[in-house]
């Protein structure tokens, strides 16, 4: 059987299958940490076509359904706030019916930045999966320790690196195609 987006929606893959609560990878060759990753890495993608800074997000609830995907807007929506992360919680929230993601895991292809860990504190989601780490805003690991300072009413676990040379990437094509660099195609 395949993970499903919640609510019905067509299966996100047959590579995986949910036994109990849990996910378990069959045919897609890595784990589920990548798998689910690389669907924020497409979503990134989504974004830079757009003309975004390409950063994907997917939310995955406790029984391993996606019920958040997004990517960032803020561009095209003209909102500060449309950053994907907060986006993917919205949807997640909205497919749930209920502001408490509490079990959930964030997949996010760049470090959160202080608005975007500070949103999923407040979802209450239980662990964050970033791919880089953002030197000059990122608010879990590399500026601050939102998620995981224990003065906070709620902490996630929180997985760092994972497709991390992928992630990067992505983030120096875009900003170097804006400032007219070449740069490889690909991280080998």
Known sequence: MAIEIARGSAPLSAGLSVAGSRAFVHSIGHG???YWMSLALAQAD???NAGEVPVGCVIVDAEGRAVGVAHNARETSADPTAHAEVIAIREAAGKL???RLE??????TLEPCAMCAGA???AR???VVYG???PKSGAIDTMFGVGRDARLNHRFDVVSGVLADECALRLRRFFGTLRG?????TTE
């Open 97 to 99: 019916l209920g502001w």
């Open 181 to 185: 660099a070449k740069l490889p195609t």
């Open 32 to 34: 589920v940490n990548e």
């Open 125 to 127: 989601v239980a662990r």
């Open 132 to 134: 880089c780490a953002d």
């Open 120 to 122: 999923l504190v407040l």
């Open 46 to 48: 989504l974004a830079a």
């Open 103 to 108: 079990g959930a895991t964030a997949y996010v």
